[in-house]
């Protein structure tokens, strides 16, 4: 659905609609290409999969969305011409922030609905740290002296006050208190979800 709705937005700004089928054409070369043909497998099989209850599908649908993260994860870290995105650690920070927040999108509702598998929260405990840390080498190297325009810095410091105590800190504090005392797990599980999520939306944005 996040998928789907992501690309209406980007096809409703196009001033030639019907042009967005050339995004197609070049999967040797183009991440936007590649990025385009793995949506429409998210899609497909992702639809298919819920409808037949599928497994195999499910998987299918779970494969092309690991490629269509690491395909926009690409398109940024080749937009050569701005600082903040050719940085090397762009690449894994988006990588385990789409991850994080997926499993944090599933945390929640889980939390609220029921029935959250047990490994659930521990990979999203793994995901925000390796997040954490992703982020943290990545400031680091666009703080470097001379790395970066000094608004681009600026723009990461006022993100970093508020994305690491809601993203970072706040849903591993949940998470070690839902482990250290269980019969509060579906509570502070919701809390972890909801802060990872919301955090990492704010570190894209």
Known sequence: AFVGLGLFFVWIKLGRRLRMLYVFLNPRTSWMSREAIFSVGVLIFGLAGITLRSNPLTLLAAAC????????????????????????????LMMLTGLAEGAALLLAAAAFFGGADAWLPGALFLLAGGRWYAWIQYHKSLTEPGAAPVRTVEALEETRRIAVPLGHTAPLVALLAAFLIPSTAPVFGFIAGITALLGGWHLKF
């Not at 690991?66 to 690449?91: M, T």
């Open 65 to 92: 969305g690991l490629g269509y993260l690491y395909s926009q994860a690409r398109i940024l870290k080749e937009a050569r011409g701005i600082p903040a995105w050719r940085e090397p650690w762009i690449v894994p």
